[in-house]
């Protein structure tokens, strides 16, 4: 029973700063794997955020987000972050947390467990 929280998101100005939590139980040898964010806005399919290797040593980022948003994780706390910095209006969306089945991943097809979401806003 692999579970996944995120929390963290809120209504913010464009232009202010959010970090993104995801909590993940169940899963043994936590840092053999994979972690990523993707994240949905209305009325578009899911995209890919931001993915970190099981040891942390790799991240990427898509290239939307890339130089604002920053992904990390402990794996002493089972726990991966998203600090988003500079956030606009079209960053608006819900924010996904995702567990991936190999080491490092940004395909949606190697991530089998998924969080609730977490609704970020961000006003002009």
């Known amino acids: 029973q692999v579970q996944l929280v995120e929390s963290g998101g809120r209504l913010v100005q464009a232009g202010e700063s959010l970090r993104l939590v995801c909590a993940v139980s169940g899963r043994s040898s936590f840092s053999n794997f994979g972690m990523g964010w993707f994240r949905q806005a209305p009325g578009k399919e899911r995209e890919f955020v931001a993915a970190?290797?099981?040891?942390?040593?790799?991240?990427g980022y898509a290239e939307s987000v890339k130089g604002r948003f920053f992904c990390s994780r402990d794996n002493t706390q089972n726990t991966v972050f998203l600090q988003m910095n500079s956030l606009k209006p079209e960053d608006t969306a819900v924010y996904y947390c995702?567990?991936?089945?190999?080491?490092?991943?940004?395909?949606?097809?190697?991530?089998?467990?998924w969080g609730q979401g977490t609704q970020v806003t961000v006003s002009s």
């Open positions: 995702a567990l991936s089945d190999i080491y490092y991943s940004k395909q949606p097809s190697h991530f089998p467990s």
């Open positions: 970190i290797s099981g040891s942390g040593g790799a991240t």
